[in-house]
């Protein structure tokens, strides 16, 4: 009975522990955001909204204090946010606005080699070897820059254009890049059309034109995540000469190996859509992968940080269940042994 006792007292405990404390826990070092989100207009809509709504609330806490410092401080945290919030808004009204069906991927051509894209990135599909190695492009920009072939596969029509018309304000890094600090690639306003948002459909075309099919999960990290992170234990590098990468973002970013299994699936794919969601203030970038690249990269993740994960898991009922039995055979003995000395 004595036994008995104790055993339930250890449920309760753990219950506790497993029901309560740890999902605690969890919320308070990773508070609840939202979920991944493709449409990254209604995205950036959202966070700029609820950013408003937390300085308004720290405003309204500040004046309840009655600290003047803070208030004026909260107040322009306030103003700031209203600010971001209506820059995104009429950021992605103007790449809302563009028609990508009448792009022509001909004219598209002509755009890219017009615009001088191709004095910074590669374009092998179409011929157009990198114009640097890696590390005269470490050199120059703090970063490789990605080779475009693929690009049409990795980011939906949208993004692309928003990443060209304005690459910090698409890629949420406004906060690292200003006027005195600008983008290593700068915003596009045209190349001698007479209708940017013209031009920006036809390169999209273009892009989008010359894009594979299909690509493997390993291809998609390579082109998605390898100029800046590791996989060791895939023996995959970063592109990036690593003492200038880490000068460009303030520090090297981590390897990958096992992200996976320190963070979980559910984690990568809402960084990866929205890093600044899950880490304000951080030097990387929004990946921007469409839904079908992001699963692609994460599943790639998942194979060379956790190959056994499958395995592993059928184990646990197996394992449960051997537990059982020695622990009916260990409480059958007990009461054979206690027996004879009764």
Request: charge should be negative; hydrophobic fraction near 40%; aromatic fraction near 10%.
């Amino acid at each position: 009975m004595r036994e008995l006792k104790i055993l339930i007292i250890l449920i309760i405990f753990t219950g506790v522990t497993y029901w309560g404390i740890e999902p605690y826990a969890h919320q308070a070092m990773h508070p609840h955001v939202a979920d991944t989100n493709y449409d990254f207009s209604a995205q950036d809509a959202e966070q700029g909204e609820l950013a408003v709504k937390n300085k308004k609330d720290a405003l309204a806490n500040a004046e309840a204090s009655g600290d003047a410092k803070k208030i004026e401080n909260a107040k322009k945290e306030l103003e700031q946010a209203e600010a971001n919030l209506e820059k995104y808004k009429s950021f992605w009204a103007d790449i809302n606005a563009i028609n990508f069906a009448k792009g022509d991927a001909k004219k598209g051509a002509e755009v890219f080699a017009n615009a001088g894209c191709a004095g910074c990135h590669g374009l092998s599909a179409a011929g157009m070897p990198d114009p640097l190695d890696v590390n005269a492009s470490s050199e120059a920009y703090g970063v490789v820059p990605p080779d475009l072939s693929t690009a049409g596969y990795l980011y939906d029509e949208k993004f692309l254009a928003a990443v060209i018309k304005d690459p910090a304000t698409a890629l949420k890094l406004t906060h690292k890049f200003n006027d005195e600090h600008p983008y290593p690639m700068p915003p596009f306003f045209g190349a001698g059309g007479e209708d940017p948002n013209a031009e920006l459909a036809d390169m999209v075309a273009y892009l989008k034109s010359i894009a594979p099919k299909t690509l493997s999960d390993a291809e998609v990290f390579r082109d998605a995540c390898q100029r800046c992170h590791d996989m060791k234990y895939e023996n995959v590098f970063m592109l990036t000469n690593s003492a200038k990468l880490a000068e460009y973002m303030g520090s090297n970013p981590p390897d990958l190996s096992m992200m996976i299994r320190s963070k979980g699936d559910d984690y990568l794919h809402k960084f990866i859509n929205d890093t600044q969601k899950m880490l304000a203030g951080t030097a990387m970038p929004r990946v921007g992968l469409n839904k079908k690249a992001e699963d692609q990269a994460v599943a790639y993740m998942a194979k060379a940080g956790d190959e056994k994960k499958a395995e592993r898991e059928s184990l646990g009922i197996y394992i449960m269940i051997y537990f059982l039995i020695f622990g009916i055979f260990g409480w059958l003995w007990k009461r054979k042994v206690w027996s004879e000395l009764h």
